[in-house]
């Protein structure tokens, strides 16, 4: 495999999460009243951003009714970061304009990678307050409590925590020293990327690895090796990168998840990469793949 930097752009850890925080009930007035506080709003999965691209952080003032999460301070210059969760009304009054309002998936790429980090960290929050707003038990309401990293059950008190799911993804590599690339029945046409899984309870990882190439290819790897990991919040999922021998087996898709299979050398690649959808420069996968390829690959996203 030619050697290439491996760089994982939303893999950054500028906040120290400053746990201790979160057990104290009156943080909000603690954290709020600080002139220095960065105030993060988010409505419907999006941001505001400066001109330049930069996250554009609010004032404490500027919204009321907002939920609040405590994400931590500035590991440089100690400013607290506190994400707040706005509702279509209020999102509206602070910034009317849709168009100001950002996708990570859109316009993650213009941040830097600290900043990139902190939305990918909000978004992750955001979208799991949004999916736990009942207990999974009595069916009751929860509340959020502890900064906005537990959420209880107003009817018996059960605790919820943030989840993150662990997904792996690999490149398979034969012994031509090509790469194994899949196209899912969802895309549009033209677009690869590789194989990627959700790890099952009770699987380690290199046995998710294992699994997952044969079910969705039908090959056998070996050789399994752990490159990174970075969060990736759609909703909150966690991909851990692998590189892996191809050791045997028909290359043939699963014909449900996976429609196209297709090996990829290096000249084919960068000859055919204009003309391919291939994931974005946000995602593990496209770290993954220049990796292999051994340099950048020149496309608009």
């Known amino acids: 495999m030619t050697e290439f930097e491996f760089k994982l752009p939303l893999a950054q850890t500028p906040l120290d999460r400053d746990y201790k925080l979160r057990d104290q009930l009156n943080w909000t007035s603690e954290v709020l009243n600080v002139p220095s506080t960065k105030l993060l709003p988010m409505s419907n999965q999006k941001v505001l951003l400066h001109q330049d691209g930069a996250l554009r952080f ?11 999460v405590y994400l931590g301070k500035e590991t440089d210059s100690g400013s607290a970061v506190v994400l707040a969760i706005l509702g279509d009304a209020e999102a509206h009054e602070l910034e009317p304009d849709e168009g100001n309002w950002h996708e990570l998936r ?3 790429l213009g941040l830097s990678p600290d900043e990139a980090s902190i939305f990918t960290q909000a978004l992750s929050l955001a979208n799991w ?3 736990h707003q009942f207990c999974p038990t009595c069916g009751a309401s929860t509340e959020s409590i502890r900064a906005g990293w537990v959420r209880r059950c107003t009817a018996d008190g059960r605790e919820l925590f943030p989840r993150t ?11 031509q020293d090509r790469i194994l690339m899949g196209s899912q029945g969802v895309w549009e046409e033209n677009r690869f990327s590789i194989l990627a899984g959700f790890v099952e309870p009770g699987e380690s990882l290199t046995a998710a690895v294992k699994r997952e190439m044969f079910e969705e ?9 752990y490159l990174g990991s970075q969060a990736w919040p759609f909703p909150y999922s966690l991909m851990l990168g692998f590189t892996a021998r191809y050791a045997g ?18 000249g084919e690649l960068r000859a055919e990469a204009a003309s391919l959808k291939l994931p974005g420069r946000l995602s593990i996968a496209r770290a993954i793949i220049e990796h292999w390829l051994g340099s950048p690959l020149e496309t608009e996203v």
């Open 106 to 108: 859109k316009s993650g």
């Open 217 to 225: 290819a039908g090959v056998h790897v070996s050789d399994i090796r």
């Open 129 to 131: 307050h949004a999916s």
């Open 58 to 68: 609010v004032e404490s003032g500027r919204v009321t009714t907002a939920q609040y």
């Open 249 to 266: 087996g028909d290359a043939i898709p699963d014909g449900e998840e996976i429609v196209k299979l297709r090996w990829f050398s290096r």
């Open 165 to 175: 799911d662990p997904a792996i993804i690999v490149a398979v590599i034969d012994e």
